[in-house]
């Protein structure tokens, strides 16, 4: 029997074997450089914007915290996207001043890292944000540079983001 991806309680529905993501991302540019975060070793990201940390290994956070990623968190239960945006902007960045321009959906079905022989469904909204301000320091970040589009390495990325960074370089 094939299944339907539903999230709900009923037993005809499932979530796909490989897992399935719902996230916000904040994509703050100046010229073709991009606000890339390394993260810091902190509570916040279990808590509050990277939850899927918690069912990592040690290996797999010390791999996370040394990768880069995209300011981003996933959506909570209930949370609109535009609220999940300004959960990274103010809480995650500590930015007071921005603008939002436009936001887009974007999905991707790739193979699970974490689960081999699976595929992994990623929906990320996607918004461009304007700002002067570069994030406040932080214990939760240990870096924040803008990187040009095309320097971006797609494999020092974390949890997936590459295929976000390689979008931007097709571009």
Not at 1 to 20: A, D
Request: aromatic share 14%; proline share 6%; net charge negative.
């Amino acid at each position: 029997m094939n299944e339907f991806t539903f999230f709900g309680p009923s037993e005809m529905h499932s979530v796909i074997k490989g897992g399935f993501c719902i996230s916000v991302f904040a994509l703050i540019r100046r010229d073709n450089s991009y606000l890339l975060v390394r993260p810091a070793s902190h509570p916040k990201w279990k808590e509050e914007w990277a939850p899927n940390w918690r069912l990592y290994s040690e290996d797999g956070i010390r791999r996370e915290l040394e990768s880069l990623r995209f300011p981003s968190s996933y959506i909570k239960e209930g949370e609109h996207p535009d609220a999940t945006l300004a959960r990274i902007l103010k809480d995650q960045l500590g930015l007071k001043t921005y603008s939002i321009g436009t936001s887009s959906l974007l999905n991707f079905y790739e193979p699970s890292r974490r689960y081999p022989g699976q595929h992994h469904w990623d929906y990320c909204y996607i918004y461009h944000v304007q700002t002067e301000e570069m994030p406040s320091p932080s214990a939760w970040l240990s870096e924040a540079n803008y990187v040009p589009a095309d320097k971006m390495d797609t494999a020092a990325f974390g949890s997936a983001q590459g295929t976000i960074a390689a979008v931007l370089q097709s571009a």
